[in-house]
Each structure stands twice: as C-alpha cells, then as structure tokens.
C-alpha cells in the first residue's frame, strides 16, 4: 500500500517551484517565493505529489497521515550547506578570551581555534563522537534542517580525519535527512608543521586523499584558502590531487580579507565558495557566469564581531547567494537556520523572501539536491516546515529569538 500523508489547514504554503529546471534563484528571481493561501500538501511514499487550495485536496485514505498545520505556514525545511557538527568539544574559554579583546588571530595564533578543536578531537574514541554529532544532527533536524553537510578539518592527523569522516558515514547510515561529507584536512597547519607547510601538505594529498577516496568517505574536498591558513597555491596543489579523486571543490575563502579565495574556487569550478566576508566588485565579477555558488554565514560573523558577507550587493549584481550556519564549535555554536534567516535579514538586509531562498533552494544546489530538495515542487522528498500560528513570512526573522517551528516532516513523516 501507498503511504500517504495529507498536510490541511495551512495558512499559506511558501517556496513554491513548479519549473523541474530551477536548479537556483539568482538576482532579482531570489524576491520571487511563489505562495498559495488556504492550501493543502499531499505526499505519496515520501514525495510531493499534489499541493494547491484546499478545495482540491484528495481525500484521505482510511491510512492516510493526516496533518493539521492548525493555520501555520508551510515551507520547504531549510537545506544547510556549511556545518562542522562532528566536534569534541565546547569553546567557551575562547568565546571569553574574545570578550577580553583578542582577536581570532591571536586565539588562533596562541593554539586555540582550529588546533585546540583538534588537540581535543584527537583525544576521543570514534563512539563518542558519533553519539555527541548524532545529538547535535537530530537537534538541527527539529529545528527545520532536512539536508545537511558535514565537514571534516579538526583532525589534522591521517587516522583522525579517517575518524571523523567514519563518524559522517555513520551519521549517514542512521540520519532521516540526506547528509554530504567534505573533506576539510587542509583546515589548518598542525602546530607539529608550523616550519614545514609543505610536509603537511604532501600528508594531505598523499596520505589523507587516498585513504578518504579508498573507503568512499567523501563527496567534496574543501580548504581554508584565506589569510593565516593557505595560500592559492597551496590550494590549488590540494584541490587538483583531490579532483583525482572525483571530489568536487569546496572553498572556506576571503573571510579574513582579499585572499584569492574567490577567484581560485571559480578558476577550479568549485561547487561553493563559502564565508566571503570580504567580496568586492573584483570578486563578484569573477563569481558572473560561473557555476560556483557563493555562501554566506552570517552566525559567523554575528559570533566573532566580523563583517557579514555583502549579500545584498551580490543579489543586486544578479548572482545567486547561499546561506549556511556553519555550525561548529569556535565561531557558530549555532544550527538554527531560522536565526540565520534573521541575521541575513537583519544585518544583510535580504528580504524574507530572498533569505529563505537563500537556505532551501539555493542551499540544495550547493549540495548538488536542487532536484530532490530545497522546495515544494512534485517528485520532491516530503521534507516541510510547518510553523506555529504566525501572522506572515516575515514574522519568522522578525522574532528572531524564538523557535516559530511546529512540526518537522521528512519524507511526509513526523520527526518533530
């Protein structure tokens, strides 16, 4: 038997795609949330087959999952691109140490950051960081997340990047919503190859890669190409061994200045380009006609008191623009998309309508999902928000403290 699911009583059903080739919004198109009021979502077998008003909604069979969304609104659930959820530990003393005037760098440049992430990581059994990155992936679930990626990057060692991407692999084999691993050892320089770059580079694509690539533990291999971490070259030393490989591109760039991260992830066709705190018109224009996704973390630049991403200014150019949370440990101990939302609203003055573009449609492409994800188009999986009782669209950023999600569907079931 067909199971079923029926979502009724929806205020208004947002994040409407009827066109199969929508692959992502860009430009003036990322305004544009096509909307039906009073409708109805009807889900066969985990994907979307019907929706529209609810005069013309099937009716129920005697095993159909009826949902009542009670008058909230209905949303594709949010698509996060950019996360470090697989962690040891907390950083609260850094978080402190901030308060008291240092700067990343200086925390960073001290053996906090990155390098106290992975000190700890190195010290824990492979169970226990599944058990810990499972609570926190169920967490981002009911909070609205139904795609996500996890990188690895606080490993720094062979066996214990291996680790980490064995952790994702698990995650992977347990999770209700569909995950992608990247690849991150070439996050940092161990402090053990602070004199010898090149040594921890040739680790990363002789050691690490095949390794990864051998147990098939990777979908994309990312680097952190920005100031203090590694340069152009180096980048693009990693990222022509990892294409080998058949790993796509992913980029951490220009979050702490014009470090070239931009124009080598669009020189290699990086799927994304990610943090972009410093984007200026030289960037924007490298970003035109290429396929590479540019993505803002805005919880990012919230935590750490750095510039966000120029969103609105890359909308206006007529780019396409992503929003993730970044969640991790140092700088976005945060997997809420819907603060996200706000943030990008609020500090990066896109519209309501453009932020959740920016985290479903936009978001799945990132991911290479825009044909199974990040809306409500027929044949896509049955991953919804409903809210709470909510006077509109606009209501979700505009009380950016509070969690406005109801319900959480995946695959027309209930997990929240």
Same mark, same amino acid.
């Given at each position: ?52 008003? =609810?005069?013309?909604?099937? =009716? ?357």
């Amino acid at each position: 038997m067909i199971n079923t699911t029926l979502i009724k009583n929806i205020k208004s059903l947002h994040g409407i795609i009827d066109d199969s080739n929508t692959l992502l919004k860009a430009g003036a198109a990322m305004s544009q949330l096509d909307t039906i009021n009073d409708a109805f979502v009807w889900i066969e077998d985990g994907l979307i087959t019907q929706y529209g008003p =609810i005069a013309e909604a099937p =009716i129920p069979h005697e095993n159909t999952l009826v949902v009542d969304a009670n008058g909230g609104l209905v949303l594709p659930a949010f698509v996060d691109s950019h996360t470090h959820i697989v962690f040891a530990k907390s950083r609260e003393e850094e978080f402190e140490m901030r308060i008291k005037g240092k700067s990343y760098e200086e925390i960073a440049a001290a053996g906090g950051g990155i390098l106290n992430s992975a000190n700890k990581l190195q010290a824990m059994s492979e169970d226990e960081l599944f058990e810990a990155a499972k609570t926190r992936l169920f967490e981002v679930i009911n909070y609205g997340t139904g795609a996500i990626e996890i990188k690895s990057g606080y490993g720094l060692t062979v066996e214990d990047e291996l680790k980490m991407l064995r952790v994702v692999k698990r995650l992977k084999a347990i999770s209700p919503i569909t995950i992608k691993a990247t690849f991150l050892g070439a996050h940092a320089i161990p402090a053990q190859y602070k004199q010898n770059r090149k040594g921890y580079i040739d680790l990363v694509i002789n050691e690490m890669l095949p390794k990864v690539a051998a147990e098939n533990l990777a979908d994309y291999c990312d680097v952190f190409c920005d100031q203090g971490f590694f340069t152009v070259e180096e980048t693009e030393q990693i990222l022509i061994a990892a294409k080998q490989y058949g790993l796509k591109a992913k980029i951490h760039g220009n979050e702490l200045g014009y470090t070239g991260g931009v124009q080598v992830a669009v020189k290699h066709q990086a799927l994304s380009v990610d943090h972009l705190e410093f984007t200026g018109d030289e960037e924007i224009i490298c970003l035109k006609n290429s396929g590479t996704m540019p993505v803002g973390l805005p919880n990012c630049s919230f935590f750490l008191g750095i510039p966000y991403a120029p969103g609105r200014k890359m909308i206006d150019a007529g780019l396409p623009f992503c929003l993730a949370s970044d969640y991790n440990p140092g700088s976005s101990p945060n997997g809420r998309m819907s603060f996200v939302v706000a943030l990008a609203c609020i500090q990066m003055k896109l519209t309501p309508a453009e932020a959740i573009n920016a985290t479903t449609i936009n978001g799945a492409y990132a991911l290479e999902l825009s044909s199974t994800h990040g809306s409500i188009s027929k044949g896509k999986v049955g991953n919804l928000i409903i809210t709470k009782p909510i006077p509109s669209l606009a209501y979700i950023p505009y009380s950016f403290g509070v969690d406005l999600v109801d319900k959480v569907l995946i695959n027309g079931q209930y997990v929240k």
